[in-house]
């Protein structure tokens, strides 16, 4: 698939840089067509093992995303043999972007990603083959689908390196507290087929196909109603944390939200007139005074 990035205005993000445009050394890519948005980890020559100035990048093209009405679904997938080894483990200056505190990992660290990923309002698909460790593991499972080549390794590395706490958050969530206990001390590699029968991947596909079907599923997702699947997955990230009661609230106001869509009201349309519906992603504009434009 060849993916075009359209003009954009000047957006400044967190790498301090225009978020319509890539980093100069072209680690982090960013393209649209019909309606999907294409992140890139461009780095294959270290099987896309993230720096941290590359983090902050992913963190601006994600929202980039999030921004563009006209981004309807999102693919993550690595250049070359891998979709990401995780952290790049050389040394780095430790104080770059502040004291090495769990405030400064949260502003620059791979979690943030984790958590921009869950929370983005739109389908995001993982493109996976080589592998996803450590980190990439961690970003493959906070995306909505993985589709995976035969070749995909995936694997909770941390403990291998004498590290730990990646994945323990997600991991417990696919796999159950036993397996992800398992994953999380031995750090072994999980093959694509294994993956597959636990549930951490959608589907594997011959390597290919792995494009075509991964953007045929992003494709299908791009024209779904956009708002609804956003507040489906808010809805699930709240419900993983709540009581069974605070659980169906969030459950029901994910339907309350949906009333200020405009394709909540075309999908009961389009089933009682007996055709497709034309899903558009659109708000219902509630603003009723004049918008000035040019107000400082």
């Known amino acids: 698939m060849t993916a075009k990035s359209p003009p954009a205005e000047p957006l400044r993000g967190n790498a301090g840089a225009d978020m319509e445009r890539t980093t100069p050394d072209d680690r982090m890519r960013y393209a649209v067509a019909d309606a999907i948005a294409t992140i890139t980890i461009n780095r294959p020559t270290k099987l896309n093992a993230l720096l941290p100035d590359m983090i902050l990048e992913f963190a601006d093209l994600l929202e980039r995303a999030r921004r563009d009405r006209a981004v309807r679904a999102v693919v993550i997938r690595g250049e070359g043999k891998s979709f990401c080894a995780g952290d790049d ?19 620059m660290g791979y979690p943030r990603l984790v958590a921009d990923i869950l929370q983005l309002r739109k389908p995001v698909v993982a493109m996976v083959r080589g592998y996803a460790v450590g980190a990439g593991c961690d970003l493959a ?27 323990s958050y997600l991991l417990p969530r696919f796999v159950g507290l036993g397996k992800a206990t398992e994953l999380m001390l ?24 792995l494009e075509a079907e991964t953007y045929a599923l992003a494709g299908k997702l791009a024209k779904g109603p956009t708002q609804a699947i956003g507040a489906m997955k808010n ?15 969030a459950q029901i106001l994910c339907n309350v939200e949906l009333m200020f869509h405009r394709d909540a009201r075309e999908g009961p349309r389009a089933y009682l007139e007996r055709r497709e519906p034309n899903f558009t992603g659109e708000w219902i504009d509630l603003q009723y005074d004049t918008f000035d434009p040019d107000y400082r």
């Open 89 to 107: 483990l050389h040394p780095e200056d430790r104080f770059k972007y502040g004291p090495p505190d769990l405030h400064t990992r949260l502003k």
């Open 141 to 167: 499972l906070a995306c909505d689908f993985r589709i995976a080549a035969p070749d995909t390794r995936l694997s909770a590395i941390y403990v291998r390196r004498g590290l730990g706490g990646g994945c």
């Open 186 to 209: 031995l750090g072994g590699m999980v093959e694509a087929e294994e993956a597959l029968r636990l549930n951490l991947v959608t589907r594997v596909v011959p390597d290919a196909e």
């Open 235 to 249: 809805a699930r990230n709240q419900g993983l944390g709540l009581d069974p009661v605070k659980g169906i609230e």
